[in-house]
């Protein structure tokens, strides 16, 4: 257990719909990160998010954001969903100073 | 642009055989590297770290990796393979001047009994 958790753990929903996943990083950890895990794109990095700010951004599409609550969670909002977007999202949070990030279990998303 | 390659996409090892899983990456500088290891339907796990001091380095569950620069590689072994290392295994790199990881495509491994 990495001590990031994740929730939901599945969510099915329809195209056009919009999601929110959450994620409670380590304690003490003040970067969240989310990723994104497709069987054709593999591991990709969407967003950073460090003390409630944004850090870096990778692969997001426009139709996605991201916050970072001041209790340090943070939620990946995913809207006008299309069946590309049926994949793992990933979060990870790692403590100032150290590279290595912790990954919770992920959320499996299904659109149909 | 950093670039992580895993040169097998599937590895099948007997129990108690050795195993190598094979990773280069594309870099100017010095990097982190790090190995992540995915059960299924599990998260990423930590297997272990490079951060530019020992360049033989030892993880959890009896892996390590050798950086070698000239070579540009960071290959895991484990001397004797398990059943319970059946799993994905990624090699990620992140570049000093950068925040972002950067992920192989991973390396499916197999465990025969």
């Known amino acids: 257990d990495s001590g990031v958790t994740q929730t939901p753990k599945h969510l099915i929903t329809a195209t056009g719909q919009r999601v929110t996943l959450r994620c409670s990083p380590r304690s003490g950890d003040l970067s969240v990160y989310w990723y994104q895990q497709s069987l054709d794109q593999g591991l990709q990095f969407l967003i950073q998010?460090?003390?409630?700010?944004?850090?870096a951004k990778g692969n997001i599409l426009e139709r996605f954001s991201a916050q970072q609550f001041p209790d340090l969670h943070s939620e990946l909002n995913l809207s006008s969903l299309e069946l590309g977007d049926s994949a793992l999202y990933f979060c990870?949070?790692?403590?100032?100073?150290?590279?290595?990030?912790?990954f919770g279990p992920g959320t499996r998303l299904t659109v149909t | 642009a950093q670039s992580v390659t895993q040169l097998d996409s599937h590895v099948s090892v007997s129990e108690g055989t050795p195993v190598l899983l094979r990773c280069n990456y594309s870099?100017?500088?010095?990097?982190?590297l790090f190995w992540y290891v995915q059960h299924p339907n599990k998260g990423l796990q930590l297997l272990l770290k490079?951060?530019?001091?020992?360049?033989l380095v030892k993880g959890i569950n009896g892996f390590e990796a050798e950086f070698k620069k000239s070579e540009t590689s960071f290959h895991l072994t484990k001397p004797s393979a398990h059943m319970s290392d059946a799993a994905e295994y990624f090699c990620v790199v992140k570049p000093n001047y950068g925040q972002n990881f950067v992920f192989g495509p991973g390396t499916r491994l197999s465990v025969l009994p």
């Open positions: 870099s100017s500088y010095s990097p982190s």
């Open positions: 998010y460090y003390n409630g700010e944004e850090r």
């Open positions: 490079y951060t530019s001091a020992a360049t």
């Open positions: 990870a949070s790692s403590v100032e100073g150290k590279y290595e990030q912790y």
